[in-house]
């Protein structure tokens, strides 16, 4: 038989534990205990007294002991303490001669007051109290918590001060006054390739109405954008974006430009040719812009957008939808794509921070396959002006290798998939169209021929 000490089992009346062992099992008994007062000393004699005749039956273990429970004593100081008490029960107090003892081993948990937070003082002196009455200073006020102010603020209108000589480059950013250049440009080719004499107050009415319709589109397609602008390097420059007009100036200006556009256009010119930009303005702010966040489509419409102008300016001088117009509209709608393609394809990190569904965004693949296709497509619209009596058959001879040579730019691009090539197709498209709308005008069948072959097609009485 062997003894040794064991834990220690109450902070007040367990001193020590034996374990021993007999052939029987393992007896556990305590040895030494003080008793607290003689309803809790009987108590406990009881319990001890059934361990000790159930040990030959079955082994004891801690959990028997369960009576035994942990106190917890706190000094009355004048500090902050904390108490803590395992069970609210009916105790009778200790014996005089245990309370130093239980002093002693009392643990106490000493806990520091945390001071109150004072804010800075703020004050602020009212402008009427800033003069010094009879001698005194002025008396400072507090200021109201500056929170409050500012979300009173930001529910009020704000005025937004605008200099007289900031607005004409405000106007030419918020119209994209380079793309509005390209859209009249290539409406006034469509009315100088009809065949019809050159009407020159004409020309200049349609080319203003024209070109009053692209400035509304492209300030309602920037008022619609303004947040997901606001995600891109390339956009986060516009006025509206950086705060320089307000949305109201911007729709008021947009108003400004479509009502006498589309007035000009209806009144001046014809009906056709009126409704024609009323739907491009319509097509391009009320389905293009919100395709897209939606769906890559919004390139297929935004081609659409862009082949009208020429048409337009067809029906401005002829004042009829005829196989010419649909071939001008057919050329700037296969020329978009690989323009657009090309510049979306560096644009792609940026398209994506906004929120754009592109193809070079969703279907890079797409993107370059599309660009090919349709840069491949201006070689057979080439071929087909003549055939329609638009151009003579020198056209498709002299537009062949600047077709070919942006045909090639795109098969680059759709290979090598790469920043290079994408910049290379479109720096290329940026001369392309100039060139091609120019070796058309050189190549304009003479109205002379037209009439003569007209007269011959005419039956004869």
């Known amino acids: 038989m062997y003894k040794t000490p064991c834990r220690k089992l109450t902070e007040q009346g367990l001193a020590t534990c034996w374990i021993s062992t007999s052939s029987y099992g393992l007896v556990g008994s305590c040895v030494f205990q003080s008793l607290e007062n003689g309803a809790r000393s009987g108590h406990s004699t009881r319990c001890l007294l059934q361990l000790f005749r159930s040990s030959t039956c079955e082994r004891i273990t801690f959990q028997h002991l369960n009576f035994l429970k942990r106190q917890y004593v706190t000094k009355n100081t004048r500090g902050l303490c904390q108490r803590a008490k395992a069970k609210q029960e009916h105790l009778v107090a200790p014996l005089e001669d245990q309370q130093p003892l239980l002093q002693e081993e009392t643990v106490i948990r000493q806990v520091q007051q945390i001071p109150t937070l004072k804010p800075p003082p703020c004050t602020v002196t009212l402008p009427s109290e800033t003069c010094i009455h009879e001698g005194k200073a002025s ?13 009173h603020k930001e529910k009020q209108w704000k005025e937004v001060k605008v200099n007289l000589e900031d607005l004409p480059g405000i106007y030419a950013r918020l119209s994209k006054i380079k793309l509005t250049a390209l859209v009249v440009t290539t409406a006034s080719a469509g009315f100088a390739m009809a065949p019809v004499p050159f009407d020159l107050g004409c020309f200049l009415l349609a080319s203003l109405g024209t070109g009053l319709a ?46 006498p556009g589309i007035a000009l256009l209806t009144l001046a010119v014809n009906p056709l040719t009126g409704a024609l930009g009323a739907f491009n303005i319509f097509l391009y702010t009320c389905c293009y812009t919100p395709l897209k966040r939606l769906s890559i489509s919004n390139t297929w419409v935004g081609s659409i957008v862009g082949a009208i102008p020429p048409v337009m300016g067809w029906t401005a001088a002829t004042g009829s939808l005829d196989t010419g117009a649909l071939l001008l509209g057919g050329f700037l709608y296969s020329w978009q794509f690989p323009h657009f393609n090309a510049l979306s394809w560096n644009l792609r990190e940026d398209y994506s921070r906004g929120g754009y569904r592109m193809m070079s965004v969703t279907h890079p693949g797409l993107c370059r396959r599309v660009a090919l296709r349709h840069a491949l497509a201006l070689v057979g619209l080439s071929a087909l ?18 077709n070919l040579y942006i045909s090639y730019l795109g098969f680059r691009f759709h290979r090598e998939a790469s920043r290079g090539s994408a910049r290379r197709l479109f720096f290329c498209s940026l001369w392309h169209l100039p060139m091609l709308l120019l070796l058309m005008l050189t190549c304009k069948k003479p109205l002379r021929d037209k009439e003569d072959s007209a007269a011959a097609a005419a039956p004869s009485h």
């Open 139 to 151: 008396v400072p006020v507090s200021e109201e918590p500056a929170t409050s102010q500012d979300a």
């Open 214 to 259: 692209s400035c509304a589109a492209n300030s309602i397609n920037q008022y619609f954008e303004v947040p997901f602008d606001s995600n891109m390097n390339r956009t986060k420059n516009r006025p509206l974006v950086r705060g320089q007009i307000s949305p109201l100036h911007a729709v008021s200006f947009a108003a400004a430009c479509a009502i």
């Open 385 to 402: 002006a003549p055939a329609l009596d638009v151009t003579t058959w020198a056209f498709p001879v002299v537009s062949l290798p600047i």
